[in-house]
């Protein structure tokens, strides 16, 4: 039991290693991890356009306007674009009841 735990947590080192104990991405590098292909500047200017008040920092945006946040997403969303919300924002549960997707879930 003892070596199984051992080589857990070593391959778990080792896979931090790689990541180098970085923080999840942000603005529009979540953007740019699941939308291969797509310039930074496409991204940045999609985010502008629907929006996104700084393209760098979303989680101050998301802080300060839940709703604003979530029509901001759901424009890039209508767009093509994927985040880490898996299914759209409207399937994550703190999200569901926002003045947006009610509406959104409504059409």
Do not use: W
């Given at each position: 039991m003892?070596?199984?735990i ?11 290693s790689f990541?180098g104990?970085?923080?999840p991405?942000e603005?529009?590098e ?28 979303t ?12 029509k ?5 969303e ?13 399937k994550?549960?703190?999200?569901k009841?926002t ?6 879930l409504?059409?």
């Amino acid at each position: 039991m003892k070596q199984i735990i051992t080589i857990i947590m070593a391959v778990a080192l080792t896979a931090c290693s790689f990541r180098g104990f970085q923080p999840p991405p942000e603005g529009y590098e979540v953007y740019k991890e699941r939308n291969l292909g797509v310039s930074n500047q496409t991204i940045m200017q999609d985010m502008k356009n629907c929006g996104f008040p700084d393209v760098y920092h979303t989680s101050e945006y998301l802080v300060s306007d839940r709703n604003e946040f979530t029509k901001s997403t759901l424009c890039m969303e209508s767009k093509g674009y994927r985040s880490n919300s898996h299914g759209g924002i409207c399937k994550i549960d703190s999200f569901k009841n926002t003045e947006a997707c009610q509406k959104h879930l409504s059409q």
